[in-house]
């Protein structure tokens, strides 16, 4: 099955047999009659195993080409049970540039759990090897970056866990599966905000983990149903509905990405526009490699030094609403500094560089010249 395909069908054989309809039931149950204990149908009780969590669970693995597929009550919900596959004295590697809310699930709870995090500058897959000792167990990349926009070499860093037998887990919310797929690369685990544009409608809050392994999977699976950080079977529903749009609703995200990150880079109010696509980009090469397009999120840095007036481009914005979060169908502007990003350190941001003026957009799929032409008035 190919990509557009998968996007509607995989996993979603025969999901009611019982009368055959198209979209699959949302079972709003905890439990499950059994005929003698034990005597079940293969569910027991919903944070175990619920039906509707299971077709979502079986469609984000198709999607991401991988045989097991895990739906947690967020993204973060997701990176905590990968971590959680750690123990004392473990040691990860992390790309500096990350969502703020997972330097903060490292820094703030699992470092306290004797976890040891260092954060690095992953642009040549070669400084990860530097910093690998016989305690490193886990690789974990954001790629694209949040919200810098850098891009890592998967292929390469896939080689270098391989090489010293590290767990490799890609955070794949930026680019989703139809821009790029890890575990093809040879990646262990693959993460995602299911928030974001898998859901694609800002109307859920999930996470999801796909992986090949078997035995990670059941892992992962344990850790899933004793931590019980799990999905609600709306909220699957929800994400399964908007799985199936995703395909054409990334290939509107790419061309308005593209459209509004040229504009902005041609505006001489705008000193620096980071989007994968522009092949000003320092990472464009390898993004052309391992992306089958560039997507719809985007950073850039206005001209103007003065914080008030890089905040009022964001405050006149009309079409793009001020928000958190991303992968929606509208369009959002963001201020990392003081939302997204707020719980990194100044020094710790600057050095990644998310000045104080830096904006970052979700592009959504509304009319590009609606979304320029907002942009335009808004940029003084
Ligand atoms: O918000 P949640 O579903 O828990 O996902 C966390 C998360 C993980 N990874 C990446 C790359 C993310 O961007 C996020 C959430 N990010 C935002 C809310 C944001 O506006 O960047």
């Known amino acids: 099955m190919k990509f557009n395909t998968k996007t509607i069908h995989g996993g979603q054989e025969n999901i009611d047999p019982a009368f055959g309809a198209v979209m699959p039931p949302i079972y709003q149950t905890t439990t499950y009659a059994q005929s003698a204990p034990g005597g079940h149908k293969g569910f027991e009780y919903s944070r175990s195993k619920n039906p509707t969590r299971s077709n979502l669970e079986r469609a984000i693995a198709s999607i991401e080409n991988g045989k097991f ?188 990405g593209m459209a509004i990150a040229q504009f902005l880079n041609n505006h001489p109010k705008i000193k620096k526009v980071y989007y994968p696509g522009l092949e000003n980009h320092p990472n464009h090469h390898i993004a052309k490699q391992q992306m089958t397009g560039f997507g719809g999120m985007l950073s850039f840095v206005p001209a103007t030094e003065k914080l008030d007036e890089a905040l009022k481009i964001i405050e006149n914005l009309k079409v793009f609403t001020l928000a958190e979060s991303l992968g929606g169908v509208e369009s959002l502007a963001g201020h990392p500094a003081t939302m997204t990003h707020a719980s990194i350190p100044k020094s710790e941001r600057e050095k990644n560089g998310i000045v104080d003026t830096l904006i970052r957009l979700s592009v959504g799929i509304e009319d590009v010249d609606d979304l320029i032409a907002d942009l335009n008035q808004a940029i003084f």
């Open 69 to 256: 597929g895990l739906a947690f009550s967020s993204g973060m919900a997701a990176i905590d049970a990968v971590i959680k596959l750690l123990k004392p004295g473990d040691e990860v590697i992390a790309s500096s540039d990350l969502y703020g809310g997972t330097y903060r699930l490292f820094t703030t709870i699992f470092q306290d759990f004797g976890v040891k995090f260092h954060f690095i500058n992953m642009s040549a897959p070669s400084n990860i090897e530097q910093h690998i000792t016989k305690k490193t167990k886990l690789i974990w990349v954001e790629t694209p970056t949040n919200p810098m926009m850098n891009i890592l070499d998967i292929k390469s860093t896939v080689t270098i866990a391989k090489k010293y037998r590290v767990l490799l887990a890609v955070d794949n919310t930026f680019a989703t599966p139809y821009l790029q797929q890890p575990l093809c690369l040879g990646a262990d685990i693959v993460m995602h905000s299911a928030t974001k544009y898998l859901g694609g409608h800002s109307d859920v809050v999930m996470g999801a983990l796909v992986v090949n392994d078997e035995k990670l999977a059941k892992k992962l699976y344990f850790i899933q149903n004793a931590s019980g950080a799990i999905s609600g079977p709306q909220d699957c529903f929800l994400v399964l509905r908007g799985i199936k749009t995703l395909h054409i609703r990334m290939q509107r995200h790419c061309e308005n």
